[in-house]
Structure formats: C-alpha cells, structure tokens
C-alpha cells in the first residue's frame, strides 16, 4: 500500500521568509509523487511533480521539491513568502503503477504573516 | 472557460433525500475521479472511471453511486443523504498520473 504523512498540519511564516511543508511517503513501487496548493474556495492545482527523472523538481510560484528516496522524503520549500501563498498544500503520491490512483496527505495550511 | 465544472457549488440537503452532483469536463481525458475531503483527511477516493464502459469502487463507496454518461460526464448521487456525507466533493480528470480538479461542491446534509 501507499500512503503519506504531512508532518505540519499547519505552518505559519512572515512575508520574505523561507517556507518548507514537509512529506513523507511509502510506497512498494518507485512511486511519483506531487504537491497540489488549494486556496480558499477553490479547487486544486498541481504545483510540481516528480515522475522518475530529476530528483529536485521546480513547480509554479517559485516552489521547488527534492525527492530524497533514502529518506523517503519529498520536502516542499520556496526561498521567500508572498502573501498569496496562504493557503492549503497536500503532497500526493500515486498509489499503484498502473491504475493511475492517488494517495493524499491530510493537508498543511501554511499561514502568511504580514 | 474552466476544464473541469461541477454543479451545483453549493447545496443544502435533508437527512434521506436523494441528491446528484454533475461533472463535465472539456480536457478529453478519458479517466475520471470523485473525492471528498474532510477537514484533517485529504481528499479520499470515492470513485473512478477508466472509460464508459469502466467505473471502480474508491476507498470509501458505500452510500454513494455513480454514472459516467459519456466521456464528458461524471455524475455521482447519494441514495439517502445522511449528515456524515457532509463535505467538499471533487471531480477531477487525468492523463497519466495528473489530475486536474474542479471547483468543488459544498454538501452540506441537515
């Protein structure tokens, strides 16, 4: 089976500093993992995917992720805090190699200080 | 326009009614998902279409049904709502393993 575990269930950080949302997962397969940001009211969108190929992966937003296997981590991080960042993040991994299922984490909301 | 639509955003039900919640989606992707989430849960796996012809229970199917109308359509129905199905449902299509959602509908089950 797959799963994974946010291990903040909420982050708060003041505008200008750095952010990191933290993921661990397990997985019996090399597993593809991703980061989906929901803001309030609205549904998800992909901020970055790692499928097999480069171990640091850069999304949209200035958001990056490394896939660290020996650690089974995949780490979310972005260098400095906008204040549109605010909102819910769920790291993802795919839960079989082929039916296409995913697996959610429960959720960080990151909170944006001014 | 958005890709994937849902409706209604938003309902209000009572406790044993019959309610159906509508996917479209313009991508063309044959695969489509129902979720729910739940606050401090995720979104969890209600259930999943490969194609017409091709609908598969999620983790969490009991209480629910659906019906994939074509390849553009998705629609999932609680038989007797209950006040436990109270959440946030998503549609969402993919090629591959990325999924792209809809808006969401807020069920609220009185």
């Known amino acids: 089976a797959q799963s994974v575990t946010q291990l903040d269930s909420h982050v708060s950080v003041s505008e200008g500093t750095p952010v990191l949302l933290r993921c661990n997962y397990s997985s019996s397969y090399s597993p593809s993992l991703f980061w989906y940001v929901q803001h309030p009211n609205k549904g998800l969108q992909l901020l970055l995917k790692?499928?097999?190929?480069?171990?640091l992966v850069k999304g949209i937003n200035g958001f990056e992720a490394e896939f660290k296997k020996s650690e089974t981590s995949f780490h979310l991080t972005k260098p400095s805090a906008h204040m549109s960042d605010a909102a819910e993040y769920f790291c993802?991994?795919?839960?079989?190699?082929?039916?296409?299922?995913?697996?959610f984490g429960a959720g960080t909301t990151v909170t944006v200080r001014a | 326009d958005a890709d994937v639509t849902q409706t209604p955003r938003n309902r209000i039900t009572k406790t044993g009614k019959r309610i159906m919640l509508e996917c479209s989606q313009t991508?063309?992707?044959?695969?489509m998902y129902w979720y729910r989430q739940d606050p401090g849960l995720g979104l969890r796996l209600i259930y999943y279409?490969?194609?017409?012809?091709?609908?598969n229970k999620g983790e969490i199917s009991d209480g629910y049904s659906v019906s994939r109308q074509a390849q553009a359509k998705f629609s999932l129905s609680l038989e007797s709502a209950i006040p436990n199905q109270t959440a946030l449902y998503f549609c969402?299509?993919?090629?591959?393993?990325?999924?792209?959602f809809g808006p969401g509908t807020r069920l609220t089950v009185t």
């Open positions: 969402a299509t993919s090629v591959g393993y990325e999924q792209y």
């Open positions: 993802v991994v795919s839960a079989s190699t082929n039916d296409y299922k995913l697996s």
């Open positions: 790692y499928t097999s190929a480069a171990t």
């Open positions: 991508k063309g992707h044959d695969r």
């Open positions: 279409s490969f194609d017409v012809k091709d609908i």
